[in-house]
C-alpha cells in the first residue's frame, strides 16, 4: 500500500451523505431549561473505595427534549472527623465509564479517565475554565494537582462535563424515541492524602440542559426520528504497552496492530508510574524528542521518510487544533494529528485522517538525549548554624518553617509540595537537596524539567526567621552554579495511547447502532 492511500480527505459537506442534524432541516421553536436525574436510588456508599463497577440506567423519555449540555455530577462526603483529604481530579474518579443502549444489550461509547480529563480541558476556551470552573472538576490552575482539599465532615458535589460522549452528540434522539440508558462506572482509588476510606459516595446524578419542544414539535421530530438518522462521533481506544524501557535519544516502537479504523488523531502519555497520585505525572520526552508512524517495514508514514519534531506540533500547531493552547503546552499529553482540526473531527468532520487496518503499523517514539540539571547554592553566611528557624520560597509560594537541622528529605518534601513546583510546565519539579541547611547546601532539580530553573526569579529563596550560629543571625544568598540543559531520563515507563477512531451511531425507531466509520 503506498503511503498516500491511507491519508484520506473528504469535503466537509457531501450532498448525498445521510449525517444531517434533523434540527437544521426544520424550524423547531424551543426553550431551554434544566432536567436532574438522579441515577442512584440508593447510594453506593463504599464504591470508590472498594474499586467497584457500579452500573444505573435511566429513562431517556424522561428528558423530554434534545440535550444541548450534560454532566455526571458525584456528591461525596469527607467522613473522616478529624483530618481533611484530597482527591485527584474528577475524570480520575473511574477509570472507564461506559454507555449502553437497547435494554443494556448495545455499547455505545467507552469514556476513559485520560481521555475525559484532556478532552475537558483541551476543548473547553480558556476563558471559560473559571475557578468555580475547576473547583467543580478538582483541578488547580496549572492542570496538575486538585483544586483544595476536602474539608472534614464535609460533603462536596464534584462535576465532570460530558462534552464528546454520545448523550450529547446523539442529543436530537434522547428524550423521545430512545428508553433506557445503561450507564457503567468502574469506580478506581483517587484519593491522594487521607484515609481512602473515607471516600463515601452518597450520590451520582445526571445534570442535562435541555431544548423542550411543543407537542407539536415533539410529533415533527419523532417522525424524523422514525427514519434512519446517522451520527458520527470519535471514539478513543486504549493501547497500552506497561514496564518499557524508554532510552534517552533511541527510538522505541509501538505496535498498533489491534487499531482498526479511520483516525483523525492519536493521544499519548508516558507515565514511570499509574497508580493513585501518579496519573498526572506525565513525562515530558524532552525538547528534540521525534515521533513516527512507522509500516510493517520501519518506513517512515507521518514523517515522510523522517520522524516529526513533538515541539512543532505542540507549539506551533496547538492554536489550529485546540480550545485551549496552554493546557497542551502546559501537561505532557502528546497529539499526532492526520486531521485538518481536531476540534472539527470531533463535531463530525471528516477532513483528514490515518487508516489503521492492521497492517503492522507502529507508534514510533524517540526521546530527546539526557539532559543536566539545574543546580542552586543555598550560601550561609554562618559557618555552622545550630538553632532557630527558616522558610523556603519559590515564586512567591512560602513552605511552613523548617529547623535549622531540618534533612535533606524534609527540605525536598516541603519545596515540592509548593503549588509552584507542582504546576510547573509540563511537570511536577523535583528537587534534591544535598544537606540540612546548617551551612553551605544545594539543591539539584530533575533534568527532565522544561523549562529548567534557571533564571533569577526560578531561584529558591532562603527567608532566615531565626535561623543562627551561636545567637549569630543567619544571611544567606542564592546563586545558580550549573545551569540546567532539558532532556530524556532512560528508565521504565508505561505508555497509554490513544488513537480516536471515527463511529458511526445509527438511530432508527428508537434502537441504536454503533459501528465503524469506514
Request: charge should be negative.
Amino acid at each position: 500500500m503506498s503511503a498516500t492511500s491511507i491519508l484520506h480527505k473528504e469535503p466537509l459537506i457531501k450532498t448525498n451523505s445521510v449525517i444531517t442534524k434533523p434540527q437544521m432541516a426544520v424550524n423547531i421553536p424551543s426553550f431551554t431549561s434544566i432536567k436532574t436525574v438522579q441515577i442512584s436510588a440508593t447510594a453506593p456508599t463504599a464504591a470508590v473505595n472498594n474499586e467497584s463497577i457500579v452500573t444505573f440506567r435511566f429513562d431517556a423519555k424522561q428528558l423530554g427534549g434534545r440535550v444541548k449540555a450534560a454532566w455526571v455530577r458525584y456528591t461525596i462526603t469527607n467522613s473522616d472527623a478529624s483530618n481533611e483529604m484530597k482527591c485527584e481530579p474528577v475524570p480520575y474518579f473511574c477509570s472507564k465509564i461506559e454507555y449502553f443502549a437497547n435494554d443494556g444489550t448495545s455499547l455505545l461509547y467507552t469514556q476513559r479517565d485520560d481521555t475525559s480529563f484532556w478532552e475537558v480541558m483541551a476543548l473547553t476556551p480558556e476563558d471559560q475554565q473559571s475557578k468555580s470552573w475547576r473547583q467543580d472538576l478538582n483541578v488547580s490552575a496549572g492542570y496538575y494537582h486538585s483544586h483544595d482539599q476536602h474539608k472534614r465532615s464535609v460533603q462536596r458535589a464534584y462535576r465532570l462535563p460530558l462534552i464528546t460522549n454520545p448523550l450529547v452528540l446523539a442529543r436530537e434522539h434522547l428524550g423521545a424515541a430512545v428508553g433506557d440508558i445503561y450507564i457503567k462506572f468502574h469506580f478506581q482509588k483517587c484519593e491522594i492524602s487521607g484515609n481512602h476510606d473515607d471516600v463515601q459516595l452518597d450520590d451520582i446524578s445526571l445534570e442535562f440542559e435541555i431544548e423542550r419542544l411543543s407537542a407539536d414539535d415533539e410529533k415533527q421530530v419523532l417522525s424524523l426520528k422514525n427514519q434512519a438518522s446517522l451520527h458520527r462521533f470519535l471514539e478513543p481506544m486504549k493501547v497500552e504497552y506497561a514496564s518499557q524501557t524508554l532510552t534517552a535519544s533511541t527510538k522505541s516502537t509501538f505496535s498498533l496492530d489491534s487499531v482498526v479504523g479511520d483516525c483523525p488523531f492519536i493521544l499519548f502519555c508516558v507515565r514511570s508510574a499509574t497508580t493513585v497520585g501518579n496519573r498526572l505525572k506525565t513525562v515530558n520526552l524532552g525538547p528534540t524528542a521525534t515521533v513516527d508512524i512507522e509500516d510493517s517495514t520501519g518506513r517512515s508514514i507521518y514523517g515522510g521518510g523522517q520522524a516529526v519534531r513533538l515541539d512543532l506540533i505542540m507549539k506551533h500547531l496547538k492554536s489550529k487544533h485546540f480550545r485551549n493552547p496552554e493546557f497542551i503546552e502546559q501537561r505532557n499529553f502528546y497529539v499526532l494529528p492526520f486531521c485538518d482540526s481536531v476540534q472539527d473531527s470531533f463535531a463530525g468532520s471528516k477532513h483528514g485522517y490515518f487508516r489503521f487496518d492492521g497492517s503492522n503499523y507502529k507508534l514510533a517514539i524517540t526521546p530527546s538525549a539526557a539532559g543536566t540539571s539545574a543546580v542552586q547554592t543555598l550560601n550561609c553566611n554562618n559557618p555552622a548554624n545550630d538553632g532557630g528557624y527558616y522558610k523556603l520560597a519559590f515564586m512567591g509560594d512560602i513552605t511552613d518553617s523548617l529547623a535549622y537541622n531540618a534533612n535533606a528529605t524534609a527540605i525536598k518534601a516541603a519545596l515540592e509540595a509548593l503549588p509552584t513546583m507542582l504546576d510547573w510546565q509540563g511537570a511536577p519539579l523535583t528537587v534534591t537537596a544535598s544537606d540540612a541547611l546548617t551551612t553551605d547546601a544545594t539543591l539539584t532539580f530533575a533534568a527532565t524539567a522544561n523549562p529548567q530553573p534557571n533564571s533569577e526569579k526560578h531561584q529558591v529563596q532562603v527567608i532566615c526567621e531565626s535561623i543562627n550560629d551561636g545567637g549569630v543571625a543567619e544571611f544567606t544568598s542564592t546563586s545558580t552554579t550549573t545551569l540546567g540543559v532539558p532532556g530524556f531520563t532512560t528508565g521504565s515507563y508505561t505508555v497509554s495511547i490513544y488513537p480516536y477512531l471515527y463511529r458511526r451511531l445509527w438511530s432508527k425507531n428508537g434502537k441504536y447502532k454503533v459501528d465503524n466509520d469506514i
